[in-house]
């Protein structure tokens, strides 16, 4: 599986971005999807992960009611819309992919795919 992360950049602390990966190489509907991040000096961090039908998106608290997982099957398509960006979220984002039927993508230790990062910088 080949998943291509796009979307980042530098914006400002209120500012908006959608991250988007596009994944290859295997059927894309039976593959759960998440982002993670990681910051300078800190280790990889889940961010949200959304399941093969694309019901019960998961968040990690930091960014519950700011971040919105969503998934497009026909277009091979995972998303990341960021809102209310903080300066807090900046971090390389990296998509990831995790087959079969369990739900174990929340750790980055179950993730059986990655991508290659996209770097987020949100400014003060």
């Known amino acids: 599986v080949q998943l291509q992360a796009s979307g980042g950049g530098l914006v400002q602390t209120g500012d908006s971005l959608r991250l988007s990966c596009a994944a290859s190489?295997?059927?894309?509907?039976?593959?759960?999807m998440g982002w993670f991040r990681q910051a300078p000096g800190k280790e990889r961090e889940f961010v949200a992960a959304i399941r093969t039908s694309g019901g019960s998106p998961s968040y990690a608290d930091s960014v519950k009611g700011r971040f919105t997982i969503s998934r497009d099957n026909a277009k091979n398509t995972v998303y990341l819309q960021m809102n209310s960006l903080k300066p807090e979220d900046t971090a390389v984002y990296y998509c990831?992919?995790?087959?079969?039927?369990?739900?174990?993508?929340?750790?980055?230790?179950?993730?059986?795919?990655w991508g290659q990062g996209t770097q987020v910088t949100v400014s003060s």
């Open positions: 190489g295997h059927t894309f509907s039976f593959l759960n």
């Open positions: 990831a992919a995790e087959g079969g039927a369990a739900w174990g993508i929340l750790l980055s230790r179950n993730v059986d795919y």
